[in-house]
Nanobody, 124 residues
Framework: VQLQASGGGLVQPGGSLRLSCAAS????????MGWFRQRPGEEREFVAG????????SYTDSVKGRFTISRDNAKNTVFLRMNSLKPEDTAVYLC??????????????????WGQGTQVTVSS
């Protein structure tokens, strides 16, 4: 499966963005999907995950209540809605697919396929 992330940009603190991850080459419903982020010089960090049906989600503590992950399997697309953005949310955001569709992994090594990333910058 090939993944293409989009929707990043420059936003002021308190603002919102919606990231999209479009999949091609396979049916997205076969996979658990995750969003990670990476800041320069830091390890890749789990942000949110959603299992194949969309009935279960998981978030890292720092984004709970602000970010929402969702998926539209008919459109082969996963979304990350980000509200109340903070400067510390600035990073490259990457989407990833895990063939183990029933679990929501929180480690990079849990995921089999990766998109190229989209830059999110939160600054006034």
């Amino acid at each position: 499966v090939q993944l293409q992330a989009s929707g990043g940009g420059l936003v002021q603190p308190g603002g919102s963005l919606r990231l999209s991850c479009a999949a091609s080459g396979d049916t997205l419903s076969r996979y658990t999907m995750g969003w990670f982020r990476q800041r320069p010089g830091e390890e890749r960090e789990f942000v949110a995950g959603i299992e194949w049906s969309g009935s279960r989600t998981s978030y890292t503590d720092s984004v709970k209540g602000r970010f929402t992950i969702s998926r539209d399997n008919a459109k082969n697309t996963v979304f990350l809605r980000m509200n109340s953005l903070k400067p510390e949310d600035t990073a490259v955001y990457l989407c990833a697919a895990d063939r183990a569709a029933l679990r929501i992994g929180v480690l990079s090594r849990d995921y089999d396929y990766w998109g190229q990333g989209t830059q999110v910058t939160v600054s006034s």
